[in-house]
């Protein structure tokens, strides 16, 4: 089955504790993105990687760091998490051949203390 | 510069109302517009899409076509279910530069159905 895995679904974190949220996909998408969920605002893309090694800033960056290191994988890394990056987080991933899916992950729901 | 507009929620109606929910967008060039669907507890999953003006999209019951003229993609159902409660996105993606995929979305209609 075609599908994005994260992990946690939910954690619950003090302020300045480091914290990786994972994801994963089983399709050989070449794109991954992370995106942040807050009310009234939509989804807002955090970064994005194109292929492996290569990534890049999305709209709302600061604070997030990213690896791609394998294809499949693509962790979401908070060095110093603070209270405004409490948030609902979804991982995507896509194929680039013509006009393709962007699917989704089930979330990740974050609560910095 | 890109961006999504949705009608303002939360949207309450009954079993086999008809439903709209508009969306209209600010893009530069010819983007690709989508509808993607948030039931309680999940991920958000693809509705339907439309790459170019005048396509219309459709899924489940749920249609939008794509108004260049208007910059609009508005949902519909001609008769909705309980089943249909969810938060509703729409999302355009720029016509597609140096594979640059992100999507912009809409803030979100959350859509409840009461029997």
């Known amino acids: 089955e075609a599908q994005v895995t994260q992990n946690p679904r939910y954690l619950i974190t003090v302020t300045g504790k480091k914290l990786t949220v994972t994801c994963s996909q089983n399709?050989?998408?070449?794109?991954m993105s992370w995106y942040r969920q807050d009310p009234g605002l939509g989804l807002r893309q955090i970064y994005y990687?194109?292929?492996?090694?290569?990534?890049d800033k999305g709209d709302v960056p600061e604070g997030y760091k990213v690896s791609r290191k394998e294809k499949r994988n693509f962790p979401l890394i908070l060095e110093s998490p603070s209270p405004n990056q409490t948030s609902l987080y979804f991982c995507?991933?896509?194929?680039?051949?013509?006009?393709?899916?962007?699917?989704f992950g089930p979330g990740t729901r974050l609560l910095v203390l | 510069g890109n961006s999504v507009t949705q009608m303002e929620g939360p949207v309450t109606l009954s079993e086999e109302a008809f439903l709209t929910i508009n969306c209209t967008y600010t893009?530069?060039?010819?983007?690709?517009l989508f509808w993607y669907v948030q039931y309680p507890g999940e991920g958000l999953q693809l509705l339907l899409k439309?790459?170019?003006?005048?396509d219309k999209g459709s899924n489940k019951g749920f249609e939008a076509t794509y108004r260049k003229e208007t910059t609009s993609f508005h949902l519909e159902k001609g008769s909705v279910q309980v089943s249909d409660s969810a938060v509703y996105f729409c999302?355009?993606?720029?016509?597609?530069?140096?594979?640059?995929?992100?999507?912009?979305f809409g803030q979100g209609t959350r859509l409840t159905i009461n029997p």
């Open positions: 439309a790459t170019k003006a005048d």
């Open positions: 893009a530069t060039g010819y983007p690709s």
């Open positions: 999302a355009l993606r720029p016509y597609i530069i140096q594979g640059a995929q992100k999507l912009v």
């Open positions: 990687s194109m292929n492996v090694e290569v990534t």
């Open positions: 995507a991933s896509q194929g680039l051949a013509g006009v393709e899916t962007q699917y």
């Open positions: 399709m050989n998408h070449e794109y």
